[in-house]
């Protein structure tokens, strides 16, 4: 079978769209119970991170401040040009255009996992992870 | 007999062609990959790297690893981090189970992965569900009149939180029936707050260009405001 590596819009398989199929890789994938898995501890907690934003007060009065902005009158902004090809909206950056309440906590995620070279600096991740687990809930060590 | 720790990336058939030297394992230096047989399937391992945890070079590395198999042949991709106690096991779980991961391997063996990310312009929805609900449009009333307290704000917010996450369901679900039949199975996944859809489809290799003109279309239908992103293709990591 040969497949014909067809870009995604963000870089392919390279570093580039790892945040974005990171549940897909971490979450799915074929499980064989006999087995052990590593420790997904830091990762856990910091999906546990952005369910607390979404549903906390700050969010709430931003959307508030938002709905209370809205020119309800007016119709909608009028519509700029439609790009022609999903790669050219991507590239603009979704996350620069999507970012909405959640885009620190979304960030924040990104740049544990290493935003930036494969340096990758392991220290910083150490003490985020002690961190973040010395806090709110038992760490899990292990998931089967 | 090897009985040292063993990571597993992939499971595939035993003429699977890949060879191990062309491959680059998890850890640093990068460990080298082996393949273990048992009968008519075999896996693809590695020695396990002494600081194995979620980190990101060890996730690329599993990524890349699984990109070169699924690049010459099926794969059943293993999700990241199982390891097994020694080669010993592993050759017991595939002679166990080989049926099944025969099996496995016939269903998704000329299909790919792709997922698909849909996020709408905030600000878009919250017009929308404003516009369309008289209850947010009252508290708006209330929160906008003089002296309107915090509570009232919160209120608001709150309303319009829900109705964003009911809206962004919704059009969620749209995306997903109008892409769903280009695919053999899909399977949707929780989108992250800001999204409205996170979903993964087994499209057959033969249908991978077309699965991508069919997510381009609905880029430009939706227009505006909305981002449609595609990645693929990738080993079937949610069909197995």
């Known amino acids: ?144 | 007999m090897n009985t040292v720790p063993c990571y597993l990336y992939a499971i595939t058939a035993a003429d699977h062609p890949a060879q191990t030297d062309s491959l680059v394992g998890v850890g640093d230096p990068p460990a080298e990959l082996r393949v273990v047989q048992a009968g008519e399937v075999k896996a693809y391992i590695s020695d396990v790297p002494e600081d194995l945890k979620a980190r990101r070079r060890h996730l690329l590395a599993h990524q890349e690893v699984l990109n070169a198999l699924l690049g010459e042949g099926p794969v059943l991709p293993m999700q990241f981090g199982h390891i097994a106690p020694d080669e010993a096991q592993i050759r017991e779980v595939l002679g166990e189970r080989s049926a099944d991961f025969l099996e496995q391997l016939q269903r998704v063996g000329d299909c790919v992965e792709f997922h698909v990310k849909a996020t709408r312009a905030e600000a878009d929805v919250i017009r929308e569900v404003t516009q369309g609900s008289d209850e947010i449009q009252q508290l708006r009333q209330r929160a906008q009149r003089p002296g309107a307290s915090h509570e009232d704000q919160v209120a608001l917010g709150e309303a319009v939180s829900r109705a964003i996450a009911s809206q962004r369901a919704s059009d969620g679900a749209d995306l997903h029936e109008r892409l769903a039949p280009a695919a053999g199975d899909s399977r949707a996944a929780d989108p992250a707050p800001e999204e409205s859809l996170a979903a993964s489809y087994l499209v057959p290799v033969s249908g991978a260009e077309e699965f991508g003109r069919l997510v381009t279309t609905e880029q430009n239908r939706l227009g505006d405001g909305w981002e449609v992103r595609l990645f693929g293709p990738l080993p079937p990591y949610s069909f197995v």
């Open chain 1, 1 to 144: 079978m040969t497949v014909a590596q067809q870009q995604s819009p963000t870089g392919g398989g390279g570093s580039g769209n790892l945040y974005d199929v990171l549940e897909l890789i971490l979450d799915r994938g074929l499980v064989i119970d006999a087995f052990v898995r590593v420790s997904l501890v830091g990762i856990e907690i910091l999906k546990v991170d952005v369910r607390i934003v979404v549903a906390s007060v700050d969010t709430y009065l931003r959307f508030a401040e938002a709905c209370n902005r809205l020119d309800l009158e007016s119709g909608r902004k009028a519509p700029s040009q439609l790009t022609d090809i999903v790669g050219e909206a991507t590239e603009s950056g979704a996350r620069g255009k999507s970012k909405g309440v959640l885009g620190g906590a979304v960030e924040a995620i990104s740049e544990s996992l290493g935003g930036g070279d494969d340096s990758d600096d392991d220290q910083q991740e150490e003490k985020r992870t002690a961190r973040k687990s010395s806090g709110r809930r038992p760490a899990r060590q292990k998931e089967q």
